[in-house]
């Protein structure tokens, strides 16, 4: 497989955890030995920051991440958010507008204070951490626009992902990067240029890694810009087809510790 990559960038949620949202043991040992040898392994994920605990409890040791589809670039270690690109209150209102005339009963939510809290229209459905203490409902849309926020989230019932991400960059125009990384009908909404792909290049630039030494992993199209990207783009077996048909290899699925198994082979761990 040529040279060993500089460093290592995984999505999380389809890529590296399983569909329990658990670590394997082996996928645990494998980004701990690769790092032991001096390779970084970066987290780049949608998640926010408040998300990560799940996951570094089933690592031996918190790894750097790139949050919100870019936006932030986290230093477990040190607690540390190292660079943020918000959507600004001006931004965020103009998008909001936008959407509210084109789409039909949307409803928001905002990841803010460098997505270690969240405010949600009393009408948007949460699914994941609703009794967080981190998470509040707010009564305006101006309070939920007030602050900057490093990802504005849209839905709007059930909707087909696709055809809802399309509808949203569409009313967007370039005013803002659109995506997603479920299959539940959630829009999420950067600011113009915030990608994973920015994010990694960002971090990869501080550490003088060019893309060319990068293996990246994905599963959604939010995955789309990073393995684009990276030197190398590898897709776990289970991926959106819009990750298939971009990427350069495709490995076993996350169920299968697809992840781990290309490593093991990239990197002689026998």
Same mark, same amino acid.
């Given at each position: 497989?040529?040279?060993?990559? #500089?460093?290592?960038?995984?999505?999380?949620?389809?890529?590296?955890?399983?569909?329990?949202?658990?670590?394997?043991?082996?996928?645990?040992?494998?980004?701990? #030995?690769?790092?032991?040898?001096?390779?970084?392994?970066?987290?780049?994920?949608? #998640?926010?920051?408040?998300?990560?605990?799940?996951?570094?409890?089933?690592?031996?040791?918190?790894?750097?991440?790139?949050?919100?589809?870019?936006?932030?670039?986290?230093?477990?270690?040190?607690?540390?958010?190292?660079?943020?690109?918000?959507?600004?209150?001006?931004?965020?209102?103009?998008?909001?507008?936008?959407?509210?005339?084109?789409?039909?009963?949307?409803?928001?939510?905002?990841?803010?204070?460098?997505?270690?809290?969240?405010?949600?229209?009393?009408?948007?459905?949460?699914?994941?951490?609703?009794?967080?203490?981190?998470?509040?409902?707010?009564?305006?849309?101006?309070?939920?626009?007030?602050?900057?926020?490093?990802?504005?989230?849209?839905?709007?019932?059930?909707?087909?992902?696709?055809?809802?991400?399309?509808?949203?960059?569409?009313?967007?125009?370039?005013?803002?990067?659109?995506?997603?990384?479920?299959?539940?009908?959630?829009?999420?909404?950067?600011?113009?240029?915030?990608?994973?792909?920015?994010?990694?290049?960002?971090?990869?630039? #501080?550490?003088?890694?060019?893309?060319?030494?990068?293996?990246?992993?994905?599963?959604?199209?939010?995955?789309?810009?990073?393995?684009?990207?990276?030197?190398?783009?590898?897709?776990?077996?289970?991926?959106?087809?819009?990750?298939?048909?971009?990427?350069?290899?495709?490995?076993?699925?996350?169920?299968?510790?697809?992840?781990?198994?290309?490593?093991?082979?990239?990197?002689?761990?026998?």
């Amino acid at each position: 497989m040529g040279e060993a990559p #500089r460093l290592v960038a995984t999505d999380i949620d389809g890529t590296l955890l399983r569909d329990d949202w658990t670590l394997s043991p082996r996928t645990a040992e494998v980004l701990a #030995r690769i790092s032991a040898r001096g390779t970084p392994v970066v987290l780049v994920t949608g #998640r926010p920051i408040r998300w990560l605990k799940l996951v570094y409890d089933q690592l031996a040791e918190p790894l750097p991440a790139i949050c919100a589809n870019g936006a932030v670039v986290y230093d477990p270690a040190a607690d540390e958010v190292l660079r943020a690109d918000p959507l600004a209150p001006e931004l965020l209102a103009e998008v909001a507008r936008r959407l509210r005339a084109e789409v039909p009963g949307v409803s928001f939510a905002v990841e803010i204070v460098d997505s270690r809290e969240m405010r949600h229209e009393t009408h948007y459905p949460l699914r994941w951490d609703a009794d967080h203490g981190a998470i509040r409902a707010v009564e305006t849309p101006e309070e939920l626009l007030a602050a900057p926020a490093v990802k504005l989230l849209a839905r709007a019932g059930t909707q087909d992902p696709d055809a809802f991400v399309a509808l949203v960059a569409g009313a967007l125009a370039g005013l803002a990067e659109a995506t997603h990384s479920s299959y539940s009908g959630l829009v999420e909404i950067s600011a113009a240029g915030v990608t994973k792909a920015a994010g990694l290049a960002w971090y990869c630039s #501080r550490r003088e890694i060019d893309a060319i030494g990068v293996l990246a992993f994905g599963d959604m199209p939010n995955d789309v810009p990073m393995l684009t990207w990276a030197g190398r783009g590898v897709a776990v077996a289970n991926a959106h087809r819009a990750v298939l048909d971009i990427a350069d290899e495709v490995t076993a699925a996350n169920t299968a510790d697809g992840v781990a198994a290309y490593l093991e082979q990239v990197f002689g761990l026998g």
